[in-house]
């Protein structure tokens, strides 16, 4: 079965201060998709990144960058100089090929204070 | 700009009456989704459709129904609002990918329904 864990409900950080949010997933297939979303207090989900189980580079989006490693089943986000516009809900989530169903993880909170 | 919207943004209503949440979007997306999403933040999907006339149920048992008889629109439903339905409602587009699984969703803001 799918599933996605997000351990950490809640994070505090100062501006600046470097911050990763972590994600674990199980699933028994190959071939499948990992998502990370962005829910700011507005309320709308905001996608970040979607990334196949075949490609296991790093990637790097300004401040954001991302660490998939299959050998342990994880996929965090690091937002590096974090910034209180960063401050949201960030949601983990799976795909498997042929389901068009998302599963998500239960969200991480992260406040950045000024 | 959204090209998903949501209507109402926030409803508070008595037990009993019956609620429809409204969801349009402007993409020409197919694949529609209802999400419910409780206090604790969790995200469930309660509904989803293919494309017009075709509505699923999701992995969470849900009370509500849908309708797809145009593309653009996806209304949900519940005929008997109770206090056990007071959630946040997130609704939800994709265009079919090259592969399906890959789907990157377009989320409206969301309705939060109360009922009291």
């Known amino acids: 079965a799918q599933k996605v864990t997000q351990a950490q409900t809640e994070i505090s950080v100062v501006e600046k201060e470097d911050v990763t949010l972590d994600c674990v997933y199980e699933t028994r297939d190959t071939t499948y998709y990992l998502f990370w979303y962005k829910q700011p207090p507005s309320g709308e989900l905001v996608f970040l990144i979607r990334?196949?189980?075949?490609?296991?580079q790093n990637e790097i989006s300004g401040r954001y960058s991302w660490n998939f490693q299959k050998s342990t089943s994880s996929f965090n986000f690091t937002i590096t100089a974090s910034q209180v516009v960063d401050s949201a809900v960030y949601f983990c989530a799976l795909s498997e090929l042929n389901t068009d169903k998302l599963i998500f993880g239960t969200g991480t909170r992260l406040q950045v204070f000024p | 700009e959204a090209d998903i919207y949501q209507t109402p943004r926030y409803l508070v209503i008595g037990t009993g009456k019956k609620i429809t949440l409204e969801c349009s979007q402007t993409m020409g997306h197919d694949k529609m989704y209802w999400y419910q999403q409780d206090p604790g933040m969790e995200l469930h999907l309660i509904h989803y459709s293919y494309g017009v006339n075709s509505t699923e149920k999701g992995d969470l048992s849900s009370e509500s129904t849908v309708s797809r008889i145009r593309t653009e629109h996806f209304p949900l439903t519940l005929e008997s609002a109770r206090p056990s339905h007071t959630s946040q409602y997130l609704c939800?587009?994709?265009?079919?990918?090259?592969?399906?699984?890959?789907?990157?969703?377009?989320f409206g803001a969301g309705s939060r329904l109360t009922v009291l």
């Open positions: 990334r196949n189980s075949f490609d296991e």
């Open positions: 939800a587009s994709s265009e079919i990918q090259f592969s399906s699984g890959a789907n990157v969703l377009t």
